[in-house]
């Protein structure tokens, strides 16, 4: 039973940082930018990277909206983890018990 709630715990963990970190990556890359845009001769290359940005993410949110593309780009990040965190954890197992 210890095993079980172990690699849940860890998978659980795992799902929710890689759900967590692109949304904390674009954000942070989307604040740098508008605090670059404060810079007057940088102003109209920050405004046209953020729109190209935003533009990228509403392609993958069906063209409807930049939060939409952005959430599915988390939720199959955090797919792609849980099923890492599964073949790490498989392996770490078959390992223990065959030396």
């Known amino acids: ?14 799902v ?4 967590v970190a692109p949304m904390l990556l674009v954000g ?11 810079i007057p001769p940088l102003q109209n290359l920050s ?5 190209e940005v935003l533009h990228f993410l ?3 949110g069906s063209g409807i909206s930049s939060f939409r593309g ?5 939720l199959t990040c955090s797919f792609v983890g849980g099923l ?5 954890y498989y392996r770490c197992h078959i390992l223990r018990i065959n030396p």
């Open 47 to 51: 405004e046209e990277i953020s729109y």
């Open 58 to 60: 509403a392609v993958f």
């Open 16 to 19: 929710i940082f890689c759900f």
């Open 28 to 38: 942070f890359f989307l604040l740098m930018l508008s605090l670059i845009s404060f």
């Open 84 to 88: 890492f965190d599964t073949y790490a």
């Open 1 to 14: 039973m210890t095993i079980l709630t172990n690699f849940l715990r860890s998978l659980l963990l795992t």
């Open 70 to 74: 952005l959430c599915v780009i988390s």
